[in-house]
C-alpha cells in the first residue's frame, strides 16, 4: 500500500508547486493570466444610478433593470474596465444601478460614456392637440423602446444622400412596431432620442418584418456616433448619477496586505494546532493544507474569479473547513485504533465512517454558497462564489490529499 499511492502523491506535489509559482503575483502566470482585482483592492469608480421607472409597468421592472445592467457592462467593457460590477437596489420606491469600476483611470469619461447611452422611445400622437402644446406633451411614449433594438446601421438616403439610422429589432420589438403601425395609420408616430424630438413621419402602411428607420437632421458624425452607442446597447430605461465616489489605490493595497497577514497568521495557527494535538496525522493535514491553498488559488486564477477582500474571506473560511474535515477523520480513526484495529486499516475506517459526516455538512456549505450567490449582488455574491470553489477544493483536499499522503507514510 506504501508504493502503489507514491506516483499520485508525487504529482499532486508537482502541481501544487507549479501552481504556486502560477498563482505568485511575481512568478511565471503573472504575464500569462495575471490576477483580476476587485474595486475594494485596486482602486476606482463606485457610481450610483438612479433608475426613471415613471414609464416602465410593475411587470416589466425587473427585465428593465436586468436590460440596464447588460448594457452598461458592455458600453464600461468598450473603453477596457475589467470585471465591471454592476448590480441593481432599491431604496423606498427608488430603483437604482451601482456601478463598481476597478482599476479605471479616468473616472469623468467613464460616467460621460454611461450617461451618453441613447435612450430611444417611439410615441404616439395626442389626439385633439393644440398647436401650441409643447411638442413634449403632445405625444405618448408608447411600449416600443430601445431596449428591443438588436442592432443598427448607417444608410444614406439614395435621393439627398442625408445620413439616416436603420434598426432591427428582436422579435418582440419587431411584434410591437407591427401593431404600432398598424394602429396609426395616417397619424405620426415621434421617434424620441434622449428626450429630444428627431423625427414623426406619418404611417403609411403597417410595417413587418422589424426593422425601422431614423431620418433627422444628423451629421454624418453624429449619425455614426448614433449607430455606435445602438450596437453597444441602447438603455431601456432613463437614469441619472446621484452619487460618485472614488476609491484610492493605496486604500486598496493596505487593506489586501492586512488581510493577507491575518490569513497567513489564522492558518500558521490552525497548523500549529493540528501539529501540537495529532502529532503524525496533524502533520499529514498540514502538509496537504499546504497542497490545498496553491491548487485553489490556480482554480480562481484560472477560470478568472475577480479577486475582492470577501473572496479572501471566503478562501480563509475554507481553509477552515478543510481542516474541519481532517479533524472528523482523525478523531474516527483514534476510535478504531482504541478498538484494536492496526493503524492501518484504523485510517481506511475512518475515511469511511467520517465521510458521511463531511459530505452532509459540506453540501449544506454548498447550497448556502450557491443562494449567496445568484441571490445576492456585491461583496456577498463574491462571498459566495468563492466559499463555493473554497468547499468544493477542501473537499478533494480532505478526501484524496491527506488519504494519499497517509497511505505513503502509514505504518501497520
Known amino acids: 500500500m ?7 502523491l508525487v504529482a499532486i ?22 490576477w483580476r482585482l476587485g474595486l475594494d483592492l485596486v482602486g476606482g469608480a463606485h457610481l450610483t444610478y438612479e433608475v426613471d421607472m415613471t414609464n416602465v409597468l410593475d ?14 457592462e458592455r458600453r464600461v467593457n468598450l473603453f477596457g474596465v475589467s470585471e465591471p460590477q454592476v448590480y441593481s437596489a432599491k431604496s423606498g420606491t427608488s430603483h437604482r444601478l451601482i456601478v463598481e469600476l476597478a482599476g479605471i483611470q479616468n473616472v469623468s469619461e467613464a460616467i460621460k460614456e454611461i450617461g451618453e447611452t441613447p435612450f430611444l422611445v417611439f410615441a404616439e400622437v395626442n389626439e385633439g392637440i393644440s398647436t401650441s402644446t409643447p411638442v413634449e406633451e403632445a405625444f405618448t411614449q408608447s411600449e416600443l423602446t430601445g431596449r428591443y433594438i438588436v442592432g443598427a446601421s448607417l444608410i444614406f438616403d439614395q435621393v439627398t444622400g442625408v445620413p439616416q439610422i436603420s434598426l432591427v429589432f428582436n422579435d418582440d420589438g419587431a411584434r410591437i412596431f407591427e401593431q404600432l403601425t398598424e394602429k396609426n395609420i395616417g397619424k405620426q408616430i415621434a421617434v424620441f432620442l434622449d428626450g429630444a424630438l428627431v423625427t414623426a413621419p406619418v404611417v403609411q402602411e403597417k ?5 425601422a428607420q431614423i431620418t433627422g437632421q444628423f451629421s454624418l458624425n453624429e449619425a455614426r456616433d448614433i449607430v455606435s452607442r445602438f450596437n453597444a446597447g441602447a438603455l431601456p430605461a432613463p437614469i441619472g448619477l446621484i452619487s460618485q465616489q472614488t476609491v484610492g489605490a493605496t486604500l486598496g493595497s493596505d487593506s489586501l496586505q492586512k488581510t ?9 495557527i490552525i497548523m500549529l494546532f493540528m501539529v501540537l494535538y495529532y502529532r503524525a496525522l496533524g502533520l499529514a493535514a498540514v502538509l496537504a493544507l499546504l497542497i490545498y491553498i496553491p491548487i485553489t488559488l490556480l482554480v480562481f486564477k484560472g477560470v478568472g474569479v475577480t479577486m475582492t477582500l470577501s473572496g479572501i474571506a471566503g478562501i480563509i473560511l475554507s481553509i477552515g473547513m478543510a481542516v474541519d474535515a481532517n479533524i472528523l477523520i482523525f478523531e474516527r480513526t483514534k476510535e478504531e485504533v482504541k478498538k484494536g ?6 485510517l481506511e475506517e475512518g475515511f469511511k465512517r467520517a465521510w458521511l459526516s463531511i459530505r452532509d455538512s459540506n453540501i449544506s456549505t454548498i447550497i448556502t454558497s450557491i443562494i449567496l450567490y445568484y441571490f445576492t449582488t456585491g461583496f456577498i455574491k463574491g462571498f459566495g462564489l468563492a466559499l463555493l470553489i473554497g468547499v468544493l477544493m477542501s473537499m478533494f ?14 505504518k501497520n
Open 2 to 8: 506504501r508504493k502503489k499511492p507514491l506516483i499520485p
Open 13 to 34: 506535489l508537482v502541481i501544487a508547486v507549479l501552481a504556486g509559482f502560477f498563482v505568485f503575483p511575481r512568478g511565471f502566470g503573472a504575464n500569462i493570466r495575471p
Open 59 to 72: 411587470a416589466d421592472r425587473d427585465s428593465v433593470l436586468a436590460g440596464l445592467r447588460d448594457v452598461i
Open 207 to 211: 410595417i413587418t418584418g422589424g426593422r
Open 260 to 268: 493577507l497577514f491575518a490569513g497567513a497568521v489564522g492558518t500558521l
Open 341 to 346: 484495529m492496526n493503524r492501518t486499516l484504523a
Open 397 to 410: 483536499s480532505a478526501i484524496t490529499v491527506t488519504r494519499t499522503i497517509l497511505r505513503v507514510f502509514s
